[in-house]
């Protein structure tokens, strides 16, 4: 039963800390996805990959968000230094294809950050 | 910017009831897609539609992409007690896709 994981599945930090959510995508999905959930903005692409290669990260705030892919098997999204408002549920999904489907979406990391 | 709206809001129908919800949009898009959040978790990918006017089944969900391509509609049939969540829609163009905001379903037994 193939499955998109992440972790952690909470996290709790005070502000200006670093936080490092991680994703494994399906084995065999070559699209990977990262999107943020609030109650105000619903849900939001931030960043997503094809084939590892970063391939639109408009939605993200590039000064304190970042994300990569340093294998077929991992993706992570940082946020350096956090702050209350980046408090939201974080969904990593992987897709095939070319085109912006996410076929399966991981159970979410929830951020709290006090 | 692009911004797509979903009605209704909300839904409470009884157990055995078709339902039926839209996405519209003042935008274009290419590919639409729906979705069925359950509390704690991700979303689940129900119908993806890639053309004008298509109309695509998975069970007793039934979507259709809009001739218009700004809008699409979401079609549940004889409704379980299950089919509770919130549903979302997609509207993707090239490489953007957005969200709408949900219709949340609450189905009484």
């Known amino acids: 039963d193939a499955r998109v994981t992440q972790t952690p599945r909470h996290k709790v930090t005070e502000m200006g800390q670093e936080v490092t959510m991680r994703c494994q995508p399906i084995?065999?999905?070559?699209?990977v996805f990262w999107y943020r959930q609030t109650m105000m903005q619903g849900l939001e692409l931030l960043a997503y990959?094809?084939?590892?290669?970063?391939?639109?990260d408009s939605g993200m705030p590039k000064d304190r968000f970042s994300a990569e892919m340093p294998d077929a098997t991992l993706a992570t999204l940082k946020i350096q230094p956090s702050e209350p408002r980046d408090s939201a549920v974080y969904f990593c999904?992987?897709?095939f294809g070319q085109g912006v489907i996410s076929e399966y979406f991981g159970p979410g990391t929830r951020l709290t950050v006090t | 910017g692009q911004q797509l709206n979903q009605s209704p809001q909300s839904m409470f129908i009884q157990e055995g009831e078709d339902v039926s919800m839209n996405c519209t949009s003042s935008s274009i898009f290419n590919t639409w897609l729906w979705y069925k959040q359950d509390p704690g978790e991700g979303p689940v990918l129900l119908i993806a539609?890639?053309?004008?006017?298509e109309l695509t089944s998975n069970g007793r969900l039934t979507a259709q992409f809009g001739i218009t391509r700004k809008d699409s509609f979401l079609n549940i049939s004889a409704s379980i007690p299950s089919d509770v969540g919130i549903y979302f829609c997609a509207g993707g163009f090239y490489d953007k896709v957005i969200f709408g905001p949900g219709t949340s379903l609450s189905v009484i037994p």
């Open positions: 990959f094809r084939n590892r290669a970063p391939l639109d």
């Open positions: 539609l890639y053309k004008a006017g």
């Open positions: 084995l065999g999905h070559n699209t």
């Open positions: 999904a992987s897709g």
